[in-house]
C-alpha cells in the first residue's frame, strides 16, 4: 500500500519563497520516480516538476524554471519542491506524485498520488 503526505503549504506574499514535501512509505525500493503537480480553480493539474529516482533525470514545466527546484533524500524516501520568487500565479493545490513505471522522470504507469497541499501567493 502506497501512501504520500504532503506537507509545507500555506500563504505566503508575492517573491517569497515555500517548501514543500512528500513523505513516500509502501514499497519504496521500487519506486522509479517523483514529480510535482498543480491545479490552480477552473485548470487542469499541470506537471510542475519531476525526478528520477538517481536524480539524473529533472523536468520543469517552463513557468516555474529558475525559480522552483525538486529535490529528494531517497534514504527518508521524501521529495522536496523549494519555490522562490513566488507569483499569484502560482497559487494552486499542490500534488506530490509517485511512480513506478516511469521514463525518466515521468510517471507512465503505477502512479499514485497525495492528497495536495494549497499554496497561496498574494
Known amino acids: 500500500h502506497v501512501q504520500l503526505v504532503e506537507s509545507g503549504g500555506g500563504s505566503v506574499q508575492a517573491g517569497g519563497s515555500l517548501k514543500l514535501s512528500c513523505a513516500v512509505s509502501?514499497?519504496?525500493?521500487?519506486?522509479?520516480?517523483m514529480a510535482w503537480f498543480r491545479q490552480a480553480p477552473g485548470k487542469e493539474r499541470e506537471e510542475v516538476a519531476g525526478i528520477d529516482n538517481s536524480g539524473g533525470d529533472t523536468y520543469y514545466a517552463d513557468s516555474v524554471k529558475g525559480r522552483f527546484t525538486i529535490s529528494q533524500d531517497n534514504a527518508k524516501n521524501t521529495v522536496y519542491l523549494t519555490m522562490n520568487s513566488l507569483k499569484p500565479e502560482d497559487t494552486a493545490v499542490y500534488y506530490c506524485?509517485?511512480?513506478?513505471?516511469?521514463?525518466?522522470?515521468?510517471?507512465?504507469?503505477?502512479?499514485?498520488w497525495g492528497q495536495g497541499t494549497q499554496v497561496t501567493v498574494s
Open positions: 509502501g514499497y519504496t525500493y521500487s519506486r522509479a520516480c
Open positions: 506524485q509517485a511512480g513506478f513505471y516511469c521514463r525518466g522522470a515521468h510517471c507512465l504507469r503505477s502512479c499514485f
